[in-house]
């Protein structure tokens, strides 16, 4: 059964149901890159108005802990499918986790750095001898040679303190770092606490563009149920172009699942997702869809910055056998 969206205007989808018979629903067991937040209204959205269930898929949605625990969970089979940043999927994938990336969402890389202006810094050039605090597994540490190259500074200039994801920004504030990491959509909060004194540089901007968050899948698992990936894919795929057009809904559904979240806030992370899932390549190739070439610089990065035990084919690791071409990033 498959899902294949039609915009009329700029409100509305029209899923047209294929001829096949109604079949069984699949339970899958779906764990996410973090905690429910706006870039997952999507899911919530399809799930809520029973798009997978028309589908065959009984659709399970498990909190994350980061990618690396996501990529690893999707790596050994005890979750089918997961959202990882990909590059944390990647390194995962040489050091012998079975993944297979099938869907992208961030197509633009979500790593910013962030800083006071106050403190005298004004871009990428003025890091040297400053502080920069993350947690010290966080991917962007691990590539800072590559951004440290692009912005003309030695990578040893600077001097990383440990801390953790949630402290980022009242450490900021309080002097305790000079410089932050954060990925781009909860820029708004950023925006909100630091005001004009906000220093912001995007590692898109500076050249290092790999992509971010996508979805895996066991490789076993993937061998032994395409056609339940592929319906995934199709479903996936028809609720994130909806959900560009029509936020709010999406958000209403995300907000609903999920105590805690508030709808101003989540709709303003979705529209920097948004941000970071629109290229060219998608709006005229095919929204979530992998480019090769771009795949091939994202391993490499990897190879050159992370320890790869088993170096492997990239083509290997993601495959676009299950998006639909003709549905495409909607141009607002």
């Known amino acids: 059964m498959q899902f294949r969206s039609l915009m009329a205007g700029a409100t509305a989808v029209v899923l047209a149901v294929g001829a096949a018979p109604a079949m069984a629903e699949t339970r899958v067991d779906f764990i996410l890159n973090w905690i429910a937040g706006g870039d997952h209204a999507p899911y919530y959205y399809a799930v809520q108005e029973g798009w997978y269930g028309d589908a065959g898929i009984d659709l399970r949605i498990e909190q994350g802990k980061g990618s690396s625990m996501a990529a690893q969970r999707v790596g050994i089979g005890r979750s089918p499918v997961g959202l990882a940043d990909l590059g944390t999927a990647l390194v995962a994938r040489g050091k012998g986790a079975k993944l297979v990336a099938v869907f992208n969402v961030y197509a633009n890389s ?3 750095m962030y800083w006071l202006k106050s403190s005298g810094i004004e871009g990428g050039g003025d890091f040297a001898g400053r502080t920069i605090g993350n947690p010290p597994w966080d991917a962007a540490r691990a590539m800072w040679p590559a951004f440290a ?7 040893g200039s600077v001097e ?3 801390v953790q994801p949630n402290a980022k920004l009242s450490a900021l504030k309080a002097g305790a770092i000079d410089i932050t990491t954060s990925f781009y959509n909860i820029h708004h909060i950023f925006e909100r606490e630091l005001g004009e004194d906000m220093g912001f540089l995007a590692w898109r901007d500076v050249g290092i563009n790999p992509y971010g968050n996508s979805i895996i899948v066991n490789a076993d698992y993937l061998d032994a149920n395409r056609a339940v990936i592929d319906a995934f894919v199709d479903v996936t795929q028809n609720a994130f172009h909806f959900c560009v057009v029509n936020a709010v ?5 995300l907000v609903a699942a999920n105590t805690g979240l508030k709808m101003d806030n989540e709709l303003q992370n979705w529209a920097l997702v948004v941000e970071l899932m629109d290229t060219e390549f998608g709006r005229s190739a095919g929204l979530g869809l992998f480019e090769p070439a771009r795949m091939a610089q994202d391993y490499e990065l ?7 035990d088993a170096p492997f084919d990239i083509e290997t690791a993601y495959t676009n056998d ?6 495409t990033m909607p141009v607002e």
């Open 160 to 162: 990383w303190v440990n």
């Open 322 to 327: 299950f998006i639909d071409t003709s549905v």
């Open 302 to 308: 990897v190879e050159t910055y992370f320890d790869i």
């Open 249 to 253: 809904p999406c958000i209403d559904a």
């Open 149 to 155: 190259q692009m912005v003309g500074i030695e990578s």
């Open 110 to 112: 979500p790593y910013g």
